[in-house]
C-alpha cells in the first residue's frame, strides 16, 4: 500500500450528519496535510497538523493524528452539501524537503 | 484556486503535436510542482523546481519537458505524447523555507491526447 492511503474509499451521508475520513502512512513525517478537490478542479489545502500535534480544529474540520499509528483522521461536523468533493491527505516526510505525497483520496458525497 | 493559474484549462491534441502547459503563481513563492492526476490514482509527482532549479524528476518521460524560466513561472512542453498521458495537470507552488508547508494549486488542464 502507499504512503498516505485513505479509509474509505467513498462515503455518502445525508447533510447534518459527521463525516469521518481516515488516513494511514508508513514512515516518519515532518506534518501531514488535508486537501479536498471539487471534481476536475486543483486542491484545496484545508488544515496541515505537525508531527508533534495531536490534534487541530479549523472551522467544521477537525484532525488528529497518532503518530504510533501512522494515522490521521479528518471529521466534517454538521455537513452540508456544498462539502461533497474528495479528500486527500499528503505528508511531508522528514527527509524529502518539501515534497507531499498524496494519498488515493476518499469521495465524499453529503446527500440534501 | 486564486493565486495560482493555469492554461489553458482544456487541451485536445494529436499524438505528434506539440504544445505547452503554463502556470503562474502570484504569491510570492519559490518552489513549484508539476502533478499528474489519472482516474482512480494518486496524484502522481512529476517535477519539482526550488528558486528556478529543478530538483525532482520523477522518472518522467522525456516527452514531458518542463521550464522555469523565473519563480513565477512553469511550463510544461509537451510533444508526441501517448493516449495514457490524458489526465488533469495541476501546478502547485509553495514557500521553501517553512518545512512542508502547504501547496497552492492551480485549477488545472485537462489535456486529451487523441
Known amino acids: 500500500s502507499q504512503q498516505g492511503e485513505e479509509d474509505p474509499q467513498a462515503l455518502s451521508i445525508q447533510e447534518g450528519e459527521n463525516a469521518t475520513m481516515n488516513c494511514s502512512y508508513k514512515?516518519?513525517?515532518?506534518?501531514l496535510q488535508w486537501y479536498r478537490q471539487n471534481s476536475g478542479r486543483g486542491l484545496v489545502h484545508l488544515i496541515l497538523?505537525?508531527?508533534?500535534?495531536r490534534e487541530k480544529h479549523s472551522g467544521r474540520l477537525r484532525v488528529t493524528l497518532d503518530t504510533s499509528k501512522k494515522s490521521s483522521s479528518l471529521l466534517i461536523t454538521a455537513s452540508r452539501a456544498a462539502d461533497t468533493a474528495s479528500y486527500f491527505c499528503a505528508t511531508n516526510k522528514e527527509t524529502s524537503g518539501s515534497r507531499l505525497t498524496f494519498g488515493e483520496g476518499t469521495q465524499l458525497t453529503v446527500n440534501p | 484556486e486564486t493565486g495560482v493559474t493555469q492554461t489553458p484549462r482544456h487541451l485536445v491534441m494529436g499524438m505528434t503535436n506539440k504544445k505547452s502547459l503554463k502556470c503562474e503563481q502570484h504569491l510570492g513563492h519559490n518552489a513549484m510542482y508539476w502533478y499528474k492526476q489519472s482516474a482512480k490514482k494518486p496524484l502522481e509527482l512529476m517535477f519539482v523546481y526550488n528558486f528556478k532549479e529543478q530538483t525532482e524528476n520523477n522518472s518522467v518521460p522525456s516527452r514531458f519537458s518542463p521550464e522555469c524560466p523565473n519563480s513565477s513561472h512553469l511550463f510544461l512542453h509537451l510533444h508526441t505524447l501517448q493516449p495514457e498521458d490524458s489526465a488533469l495537470y495541476l501546478c502547485?507552488?509553495?514557500?521553501?523555507?517553512?518545512?512542508?508547508?502547504?501547496?497552492?494549486f492551480g485549477p488545472g488542464t485537462r489535456l486529451t491526447v487523441l
Open positions: 514512515t516518519s513525517i515532518n506534518n
Open positions: 497538523i505537525r508531527s508533534n500535534e
Open positions: 502547485a507552488s509553495s514557500q521553501l523555507g517553512l518545512a512542508g508547508a502547504e501547496q497552492f
